[in-house]
């Protein structure tokens, strides 16, 4: 099946730098990628939907200056987190989709960000 | 627009027990319905959806899942549950666009 990687799986950085997480389909070529938010004991929300080529979709009240994504290319997509503060310490969750077929979304397996 | 429901936050049952995960949706048109579980720490796995055909779709790892239409209702279900299916259960619907929406999920523990 199509697998999705995430690096790094978890990262512990300062207040006030900046974290750059990176999603991957490895054996697919993905034009939408998805950036999910998971807080503990909840459901993932949306962050935005990445598009090779163009600029991201972002979700209503999530700051596009802070949450920076690029989609340069058909198998990459990453989030920076800029300027990260303590509350932005969450997991978060990539997804690619396939555009053939069902045009399923496949998950990474998240990148634990922890702000001190 | 559409929504997905999970209306209990824990689930427990017994080694060997049939085990249900509940979930209601409302959707405009036809349902694309899935359901995902995530272990501790990590990504969310495929389990199974349903898109069209059989009401009863088969999964991953012996889960099976029952489409009511008129109940709007895609209940997880798995004949005996196994300590290792302890994890967290969603529930997702996938709207025209292609964008999929989650519900609040559901604590599944297996006790030995």
């Known amino acids: 099946g199509a697998v999705v990687s995430q690096h790094p799986s978890w990262v512990i950085c300062k207040s006030g730098t900046s974290v750059k997480i990176e999603c991957r389909s490895l054996?697919?070529?993905?034009?939408?990628m998805f950036w999910y938010r998971q807080f503990p004991k909840q459901s993932l929300m949306l962050m935005a939907t990445s598009n090779e080529g163009s600029k991201a979709t972002y979700e209503q009240g999530v700051e596009k200056d802070k949450f920076l994504i690029n989609h340069a290319s058909l198998t990459l997509s990453t989030l920076t987190v800029t300027s990260a503060h303590p509350e932005d310490s969450s997991f978060y969750i990539c997804?690619?989709?396939?555009?053939?077929?069902?045009?399923?979304?496949?998950f990474g397996p998240g990148t634990r960000l922890t702000v001190l | 627009a559409q929504s997905v429901a999970q209306p209990e936050d824990q689930v427990n049952v017994a080694e060997g027990n049939p085990l249900t995960v509940k979930c209601t949706y409302s959707?405009?048109?036809?349902?694309?319905l899935f359901w995902y579980v995530q272990y501790p720490n990590r990504g969310l796995q495929f389990l199974l959806k349903y898109i069209t055909g059989d009401n009863l779709v088969k999964g991953s790892y012996g889960f099976e899942a029952e489409f009511n239409k008129s109940q709007t209702s895609f209940h997880l279900k798995k004949p005996s549950a196994l300590v290792s299916d302890s994890a967290l259960y969603f529930c997702?619907?996938?709207?025209?666009?292609?964008?999929?929406?989650f519900g609040t999920g559901t604590r599944l523990t297996v006790i030995p």
């Open positions: 997702a619907v996938r709207d025209i666009g292609g964008n999929l929406f």
């Open positions: 054996d697919f070529q993905a034009t939408t």
């Open positions: 997804s690619a989709r396939l555009e053939t077929g069902g045009r399923e979304q496949f």
């Open positions: 959707v405009s048109g036809n349902p694309y």
